[in-house]
């Protein structure tokens, strides 16, 4: 079981704007910075999110991410079909000294 | 172009070992630490532990001792994942993923800072008798 907890679904119509949420403690979120993953049914993970907030290059500007204490979030702005996937958080656990992914959200654009 | 390419899929009787590989191409391979991790049928994302370009050194999470070994061929760029006495709930896809060391002296640095990049396009191990 993760550290780091995910609500299992999230939905909205195309155009509205969808937020996940990722919950941790202070051992990971707490005291270092989240990523976020999002993968499509079939396909390997690709990074979405990095340090709390940073877009890799390619990523579109409806993607942002932000963190407060011990929670974390993915906010997805102007939702296409296309961002129909599973999205993952993930951090550093000083205290398992390991990296740990969150427990997932799958999105659906209704 | 940056990519990690991985062996393919494998079939395997409970009780047998496999070694899945992952071969990286399009960058300096010792500036990265290679990660393992695992996805089960149906379920989320496991990290499994990570290896150290640079050191060789490997870090298994809790979890993932005694049957797991993480290696390294540095003169073909190249990450292995055996696994030995393999069990039905072995059955999985088994990702490599790469984290940029930069100029961190420690993991909860670089996997804060640059994030887990670039992956595999994922190892399906089937255990079944």
Do not use: H
């Not at chain 1, 907890?5 to 910075?33: E, L």
């Not at chain 1, 690709?46 to 979030?73: C, E, H, M, W």
């Amino acid at each position: 079981q993760s550290v780091l907890t995910q609500p299992p679904s999230a939905s909205g119509t195309p155009g509205q704007r969808v937020t996940i949420s990722c919950s941790g403690s202070s051992s990971n979120i707490g005291s270092n910075t989240v990523n976020w993953y999002q993968q499509f049914p079939g396909t390997a993970p690709k990074l979405l999110i990095y340090s709390n907030n940073q877009r890799p290059s390619g990523v579109p500007d409806r993607f942002s991410g932000s963190k407060s204490g011990t929670s974390a979030s993915l906010a997805i702005s102007g939702l296409q079909s296309e961002d129909e996937a599973d999205y993952y958080c993930a951090a550093w656990d000083d205290s398992l000294n390991g990296y740990v992914f969150g427990t997932g959200t799958k999105v659906t654009v209704l | 172009q940056v990519q990690l390419v991985q062996s393919e899929s494998e079939l395997k009787k409970p009780g047998a070992s496999v070694k899945v590989s992952c071969k990286a191409s399009g960058y300096t391979f010792t500036s990265y630490a290679m990660n393992w991790v695992r996805q089960a049928p149906g379920q989320g994302l496991e990290w499994m532990g990570w290896i150290n370009s640079n050191t060789g050194n490997p870090r298994y999470a809790q979890g993932f001792t005694g049957r797991f070994v993480f290696s390294l061929d540095i003169a073909v760029s190249t990450a292995y994942l055996q696994i030995t006495s393999l069990k039905a709930e072995d059955t999985a896809v088994y990702y490599c993923a790469r984290v940029y060391l930069g100029y961190c002296s420690s993991p909860s640095c670089f996997f804060s800072y640059y994030g887990v990049d670039v992956w595999g396009q994922g190892t399906t191990v089937t255990v079944s008798s």
